[in-house]
């Protein structure tokens, strides 16, 4: 068996390929969560007329 080249890898670019595959995850979360409505209103029923009260003034 070959001995595998090992080569240094300098921070700022280990630290790129971490972003870079950080986003790729984000994205895939994003991707595979589905489409629903965040943090919507829950459907309230038709508010029903109220009648108006005329109050005697004394």
Do not use: F, I, W, Y
């Not at 895939?28 to 009260?53: I, K, M, N």
């Amino acid at each position: 068996m070959e001995k595998s080249e090992r080569r240094p890898v300098s921070l700022p670019n280990a630290l790129a390929g971490l972003r870079l595959m950080g986003a790729g995850a984000v994205l895939g979360l994003a991707l595979t969560v589905p489409a629903s409505p965040a943090q919507a209103d829950p459907p309230r029923p038709p508010s029903t007329p109220v009648a108006e009260h005329e109050t005697p003034d004394d």
